[in-house]
């Protein structure tokens, strides 16, 4: 599996941004990876929140992020990022970068299986 490190969270207000990055590592090529990016509140499932393919042609939104979070990747830095515009205090959470070999769907499916191995995260908090 495929190491990841999430970084960038912090407090900002209502309106504002903030870009998160995830660093990858491992032997199997980041750019065989579909890689997405989900959060946790307490008490509360984790939640997809976008995706990107391999190549990075194609993007996932939920749709509480839809138009206003966008997930660009760049494979040769095996980084991946979310940046978040016109944050809202329900964006407040913990944001988990994960990644997988088999496509969208598994990966989408994650947060529902025992064998991932999840990172720290990053915690995001949005002031009202």
């Known amino acids: 599996q495929v190491q990841l490190g999430e970084s960038g969270g912090g407090l900002v207000q209502a309106g504002g941004s903030l870009r998160l990055s995830c660093a990858a590592s491992?032997?199997?090529?980041?750019?065989?990876?579909?890689v997405g990016w989900f959060r946790q509140v307490p008490n509360k499932e984790r939640e997809f929140v976008a995706a990107?393919?391999?190549?990075?042609?194609?993007?996932y939104y939920a749709d509480s992020v839809q138009g206003r979070f966008t997930i660009p990747r760049d494979n040769v830095k095996s980084m991946a990022y979310l940046q978040m515009d016109s944050l809202r205090p329900e964006d407040t959470a913990i944001y988990y970068c994960?990644?997988?070999?088999?496509?969208?769907?598994?990966?989408?499916?994650?947060?529902?299986?025992?064998?991932?191995?999840w990172g720290q995260g990053t915690q995001v908090t949005v002031s009202a």
């Open positions: 994960a990644a997988d070999l088999a496509g969208l769907t598994r990966l989408k499916s994650l947060p529902s299986r025992d064998d991932y191995n």
């Open positions: 491992g032997p199997t090529s980041f750019s065989n990876y579909v």
């Open positions: 990107i393919s391999r190549g990075g042609g194609n993007t």
